[in-house]
């Protein structure tokens, strides 16, 4: 006779400590953008927060469409070369919605052999439309991520060069800077997000496949944990990162052949190691509690 304390016991553990893996792990194919020869990799991602419809960045040449925008479930609606004099060697990059439904992306306009021009451009979703530019050259290294903060309506760029200076720059949306955060330059943030939700920056990595999470504080942007992305079936670090404000779920480009979609539970937390400080205290906390063990036994 079966025991039913048993079959109660086991169904709470699955229930509990076993729950389904990658819940909300999805993807859908984009390997449509290399079919041609004038569109390569898929360099920004941007989640319309009103119908979750994904808007995806390409580096197009000759006139070939770079903007391009699909359902949640990646079926393609329309596609469209933005309306911007890039030059023929320039192109538009990570992407962001503000809160009046427009498009903020970051866009270089290059003139070869000139040096290429760095900038931000509110478009309108359907990218016919130019509301207003400001230049970033002045930012050492280029901008590699933008993100727009719908609390205080800053933007945020992640600027500088890979692996000697790292700079989260918040500015208004007319250009003017509010602050310069340095980061640790190890770190290397690529494309960022900025999720509403918990009011933290997610950023890429430059050279592995980790999503770091930020907290905003008086000292600036500290990281607070990263999260494994091979969770999510990336081998590589991906070059675009978007969040849906709406349901929380986070985007991710994988490789120009698909967009893969998660929340962060369903991905692995990789510890962040405590500040040198920390530790120094830690031990002699510890060396202080063994003198005073030492102490009593005598």
């Not at 962040?272 to 003198?291: D, E, H, K, N, Q």
């Amino acid at each position: 006779m079966p025991n039913p304390f048993r079959s109660k016991f086991v169904l709470i553990f699955v229930v509990f400590f076993c729950p389904s893996a990658n819940a909300t792990l999805k993807s859908f194919d984009i390997s449509f953008i290399t079919e041609g020869f004038d569109t390569s990799n898929a360099l920004g991602l941007a989640i319309d927060p009103l119908t979750s419809d994904v808007y995806m960045t390409t580096l197009s040449y000759n006139g070939a469409d770079n903007l391009w925008r699909m359902d949640a479930n990646g079926h393609l609606l329309e596609s469209s070369r933005v309306n911007v004099d890039l030059g023929p060697f320039g192109g538009i990059s990570s992407a962001d919605f503000t809160n009046d439904g427009n498009l903020v992306v970051l866009g270089t306009q290059s003139r070869f052999p000139d040096p290429a021009d760095r900038f931000v451009v509110t478009l309108s979703t359907d990218g016919q439309t130019e509301y207003s530019r400001f230049q970033t050259d002045q930012y050492f290294g280029g901008t590699s991520g933008i993100a727009f903060n719908p609390f205080d309506e800053s933007i945020i760029l992640s600027t500088g060069r890979v692996g000697v200076q790292s700079v989260f720059r918040e500015v208004a949306k007319d250009g003017t800077l509010i602050d310069s955060l340095f980061n640790d330059p190890a770190l290397l943030p690529n494309d960022i997000a900025f999720d509403a939700a918990s009011g933290n920056l997610f950023a890429t990595r430059e050279n592995k496949p980790l999503l770091d999470e930020y907290r905003r504080d008086e000292n600036g942007y500290t990281i607070v944990r990263s999260y494994d992305l091979t969770d999510a079936g990336l081998s590589r670090r991906p070059l675009a990162l978007g969040i849906d404000p709406s349901n929380g779920l986070f985007y991710v480009q994988d490789n120009n052949q698909r967009i893969v979609s998660f929340n962060t539970s369903d991905l692995a937390i990789i510890a962040v190691s405590a500040p040198a400080t920390w530790g120094f205290i830690l031990a002699c906390l510890v060396f202080i509690m063994i003198r005073r063990k030492g102490n009593m036994n005598q």
